[in-house]
């Protein structure tokens, strides 16, 4: 089913992402009353009388010289280009300002539809202010208010109105969502730039430019890809602001959207304590885990110096003894080409299902080769296993008496399982359950 793309832009503090959330039908972007909060582009699915839309929010357009503006700016021009429709967003309580014009006679130059939308129309008193809004060009302005929702509806209809459902055609290919994790200022989002060949994201030295989790499409050897670049995740006691709490509890829900999630450390700092914390979240998850080791064409090295740090991971990773280990670099594109087939590989060991046959085979080797435990003269009698679910994997074991299966075991089950098939990247979940 064809996606209709449309861009929200306008000046800084306007209820841009208000709007956003509101069509998108949940709290996507950040809200909050101070100007600039949104900086990147961000994506997120919604749906209208079936039609599905795919809402680009951009950050506030200004025309001076304050950080990030220039770049800000280029991103919603971006934006502009990939939409089919934009929405531009004003505020009556501010009136048509000189910054509205600029935006306005920008988008007049694009070639594309635009609805100007004039927000905070929050009572019926407000409805005669719009007038002064037509003299930006764009046609019938639509009163709306993000706050309670009203006009919205018109709003879309308007949309719909231009882009009837018929003009939709079918997707069919599965796509593979990942997620790249990490503190801040690791590369996440110069990754992302790398692997897509444009600058998608904002990329610059500052730690925590990056607060917005972006979504993006592509496709490589004829397979879909969302790529899902989340904002750095910093210790929870550390974080002040109520846009960066928000940002990281939205990097946890980006580790619950993806099959796969791209731990990004940086080779140039070495391990933290922090990349355990953040590689924990996508654990606990059950995720699909591969761990990235960006910078690494910062680092003077010898011919023992990739096998010292792998062997470094794994000794701080032990939980994560399971996900490979790749070595890149965004800025040289080292071994970035790499990456897509991991992630299928990865992607599709989560998604492995062995039959129970081979798995009681592999079982009935395990228990010759390490005979189960007894406690207390009881001896654990294993009977049989079957796979129960994919992503991850996870696993019933059939025994005597649960309380005689030891975690310790259970490992050694598990590792008996990855030797017979493969299920690199991929937690394994055993659970042992009794006989009746």
Known sequence: ?????????????????????????????????????????????GEWLSRKLRLI??????????????????????????ADLIIMMTSVVDGVTETD??????????????????????????????????????????????????GIGDLLAEIYRLFPLEDEDSEDEETISFALIGRPNVGKSSLVNAILGENRVIVSDIAG??????????????????????????????????????????????????????????????????????????HEAGKGIIILVNKWEALKKDSHTMKEFEDNIRAQFQFLSYAPILFVSAKSKQRLDKIPDLIIQVHENFNRRIQSSLLNQVLADAIRINPAPSDKGKKLRVYYMTQVSVGPPTFVVMVNDTDLMHFSYERFLANQIRQAFDFSGTPLHIISRNRR
């Open 57 to 82: 929010d951009t950050g506030g357009i200004e025309f001076n010289d304050e950080p990030f503006v220039e770049q800000i700016r280029l991103q919603a021009e971006i934006a502009v280009e990939e």
């Open 101 to 150: 014009e600029m935006i306005a006679r920008l988008l007049q130059k694009s070639d594309k539809p635009v609805l100007l939308a004039v927000n905070k129309v929050d009572n019926p008193e407000l409805q005669a202010e719009i007038y002064d809004f037509y003299r930006l060009g764009l046609n019938d302005p639509f009163p709306i208010s993000g706050a309670h929702g009203l």
């Open 209 to 282: 430019t990056t607060r917005d989790a972006v979504d993006t499409y592509f496709s490589y050897n004829e397979r879909s890809f969302k790529i899902i670049d989340t904002a750095g995740i910093r210790r929870k006691g550390r974080v002040s602001e109520s846009t960066e709490k928000y940002s990281v509890m939205r990097s946890m829900s980006a580790i619950e959207q993806a099959s796969v999630v791209l731990l990004v450390l940086n080779a140039e700092e070495g391990i933290r304590d922090q990349d355990k914390t953040v590689a924990g979240y996508a």
């Open 1 to 45: 089913m064809k996606t209709l793309n449309i861009a929200i832009v306008g000046r800084p503090n306007v209820g841009k992402s208000t709007i956003f959330n509101r069509i998108a039908g949940q709290r996507i972007s950040i809200v909050e009353d101070v100007p600039g909060v949104t900086r990147d582009r961000v994506y997120a699915q």
